[in-house]
């Protein structure tokens, strides 16, 4: 327990607001868990701090980690004693999301978006096991349009990391896709708005996650400098890209893959000194039969500037002229409809950190360190740069403000401008028609990490 309370702590306190990302080696790691806001860091995605902090706070193990296996596979034993073996060598945190959403056009709705349980268990010294598990909209059933239906549980993140050295980590499992950094960063604690970039979540499909293997890893180039790298083979999109949902539906299955082609991902990301990480993807692979391609690019920056937090990401899709086919045969997926072949999206946000010192001196002291955080965003995705249509233009203008009274709790709203590509014109923020032909909306949102 004391374990566990130590690690909560220390994930609580990475959320601490502050100006600079992390430069040293040892307060970094791959992509892939554990949303974490650290002292000196932005927000990432990291589980190796939970790797390196629990042999420093760990109270004494039950059991050796040699004996603690031989317990389990003991098979004389019950299953609550298995159960116990596990106590002292995994943690088990994860984080919750739910909406208030009040729409321009349509009704007002609590939505029950996310809960997320994440589990973390170090096998041995070099040999650690992560896992996310999603519950979306309350998992199963799901009721829309009065009709129950299954719902959505998804392992979004399931790897095994076996560290070869310093600087190089075999992992293996379900890897969230290192195609970005907002798909690695897209917890919604660590997000100041409660809904994620358009075309982060169509021309690159957040959450993106898929079946491979591959290396992670990072070098210190300085006492503040650092580059961070990540790539992997995996199974890769397949032939289901569409105007509107960009490659939403396409991402692989974890089941099997539609040709013998594995795809390539990779991001490498460098920090040259305290806040500011610049980080460039790219993406290569076949998704149908006959070998026609996607190839993608991704460039995204980070800079903490005082209070003030600027990040953002551009995204390019170039994809070979193609139809949705090359599944087996029969299968209704082949609709032969055509696949767009080039898309793009893009985002760029501000946030402002601040405090009102008499407004959180009338709040219970545990809430005296509370923060307000104001948000602007301002992005466009295009999946099919040949046509300007209603699903797949869209330019879109958010403000949110939100209060933190601790780190790991943000109670967010949010308001929204978006205009789609109905009238056959580009839409942009700087057009005479976006604001008379946006629709709004209004989101109030809670986020919190345990």
């Known amino acids: 327990m004391l374990l566990r309370s130590l690690i909560t702590l220390g994930l609580i306190l990475s959320f601490a607001p502050a100006p600079a990302l992390a430069q040293n080696p040892a307060e970094a790691g791959g992509e892939g868990g554990v949303a974490a806001r650290t002292s000196d860091e932005g927000p990432r995605l990291e589980l190796d701090g939970l790797e390196e902090a629990a042999p420093a706070t760990a109270a004494a193990p039950l059991h050796a980690p040699a004996e603690s296996f031989s317990v389990r596979l003991d098979p004389g034993i019950t299953l609550s004693d298995r159960a116990a073996a596990i106590i002292d060598r995994t943690t088990i945190g994860g984080y919750g999301e739910h909406d208030f959403v009040v729409p321009q056009q349509g009704t007002t709705t609590f939505v029950a978006h996310r809960y997320v349980v994440f589990i973390y268990s170090r096998i041995s010294e070099r040999i650690s096991t992560a896992t996310e598990v999603e519950f979306e909209f309350a998992g199963s059933p799901l009721k829309r349009d009065g009709v129950l239906s299954f719902g959505e549980v998804l392992l979004e993140f399931s790897v095994v990391d076996v560290m070869l050295t310093d600087w190089m980590t075999f992992r293996a499992g379900v890897i969230l896709v290192p195609f970005g950094a907002y798909n690695l960063r897209h917890d919604a604690p660590a997000q100041e708005l409660p809904e994620r970039p358009i075309a982060y979540t169509t021309v690159v499909p957040t959450t993106w996650f898929e079946s491979g293997a591959g290396f992670?890893?990072?070098?210190?180039?300085?006492?503040?400098?650092?580059?961070?790298?990540?790539?992997?083979?995996?199974?890769?999109?397949?032939?289901?890209?569409?105007?509107?949902?960009?490659?939403?539906?396409?991402?692989?299955?974890?089941?099997?893959?539609?040709?013998?082609?594995?795809?390539?991902?990779?991001?490498?990301?460098?920090?040259?000194?305290?806040?500011?990480?610049?980080?460039?993807?790219?993406?290569?692979?076949?998704?149908?039969?006959?070998?026609?391609?996607?190839?993608?690019?991704?460039?995204?920056?980070?800079?903490?500037?005082?209070?003030l937090d600027l990040h953002g990401e551009a995204v390019w899709a170039f994809i070979d002229p193609g139809f949705v086919q090359g599944f087996r045969d029969g299968s209704p997926a082949n609709t032969r409809d055509r696949v767009p072949t080039r898309m793009r999206g893009y985002y760029g946000q501000a946030d402002y950190h601040f405090r009102i010192e008499p407004f959180f001196e009338l709040l219970p002291e545990e809430w005296h360190d509370g923060y307000f955080t104001a948000s602007v965003r301002y992005e466009e995705k295009d999946t099919d740069m040949e046509f300007v249509t209603a699903a797949g233009d869209a330019a879109k203008l958010t403000v949110g403000l939100n209060i933190r009274p601790v780190p790991a709790y943000a109670l967010k709203q949010a308001f929204s401008l978006e205009q789609n590509g109905a009238s056959g014109v580009q839409p942009h923020l700087w057009s005479s028609r976006f604001f008379p032909d946006s629709n709004w909306q209004y989101i109030a949102s809670v986020a919190y990490l345990f």
Do not use: C
């Open 216 to 307: 992670l890893g990072q070098f210190g180039l300085g006492e503040h400098s650092r580059l961070t790298y990540e790539i992997y083979a995996i199974n890769g999109l397949d032939a289901k890209i569409l105007d509107g949902q960009g490659f939403r539906a396409a991402r692989g299955s974890n089941l099997e893959d539609n040709n013998n082609d594995k795809a390539i991902v990779g991001r490498v990301a460098y920090s040259p000194w305290l806040g500011l990480e610049l980080g460039f993807s790219g993406y290569t692979g076949a998704y149908d039969r006959i070998n026609n391609r996607v190839n993608m690019v991704n460039g995204d920056m980070f800079w903490r500037l005082g209070s």
